[in-house]
C-alpha cells in the first residue's frame, strides 16, 4: 500500500524552515539537493543565479512511517501563496499502484508533470486535482 507525506513549498526560505523543523523533530535529512544540482534538459529550463541556490528537494524523517519533504518555488513553478504551499505526496509500492493513483486522482484535474523516469531514480509526477489539491505520486526504482 502506498504511503502518504506532505510536502511544503516556500518562496526561496526552505533551508531556514527545515533547519527549524530538523532542531524540533531531530535526525538528519534523507536529502538536500538544489537547483543548480539538476542535470541540464531541454523540458526545464536553467535555474537563474539566485534561484539555482533554492532547495530544489529536502526530506527530513520524522518516524519510520512519516517523512516531511520540501523545496522552493522557482520562476518554472510560480510563486507560492500560502494556502497552496503544500502537496500531498504519495510514494507507491510499484509502478502500476503509482500510474493508478496518479491516472484516477488527476481526472478532471491539471496534469503539471506527467509520470515519467526522473534523474533521481523515481517514476514521479505531479497534478493537481479538479478540487484544487496538489498531488506528487512517487515510485522509487531504486529504494535506498
Do not use: C
Not at 27 to 46: A, R, V
Not at 79 to 98: K, Q
Amino acid at each position: 500500500m502506498a504511503t502518504v507525506n506532505v510536502y511544503l513549498t516556500f518562496n526561496g526560505n526552505t533551508e531556514e524552515a527545515f533547519n527549524f523543523y530538523k532542531s524540533v523533530f531531530g535526525g538528519e535529512f534523507d536529502y538536500i539537493g538544489k537547483f543548480k544540482d539538476m542535470p541540464p534538459s531541454e523540458d526545464y529550463p536553467s535555474p537563474s543565479p539566485e534561484e539555482a541556490e533554492r532547495i530544489m528537494h529536502v526530506s527530513l524523517p520524522i518516524s519510520k512511517e512519516t517523512i516531511l519533504m520540501g523545496s522552493d518555488s522557482t520562476s518554472f513553478s510560480g510563486d507560492v501563496t500560502f494556502g497552496n504551499n503544500f502537496s500531498v505526496s504519495i510514494n507507491a509500492e510499484n509502478r502500476e499502484e503509482a500510474d493508478r493513483l496518479f491516472q484516477g486522482l488527476s481526472n478532471g484535474g491539471k496534469v503539471i508533470m506527467p509520470m515519467a523516469n526522473t534523474f533521481w531514480g523515481a517514476y514521479f509526477g505531479m497534478f493537481t486535482d479538479k478540487f484544487g489539491v496538489n498531488w506528487m505520486v512517487n515510485f522509487d526504482e531504486f529504494p535506498k
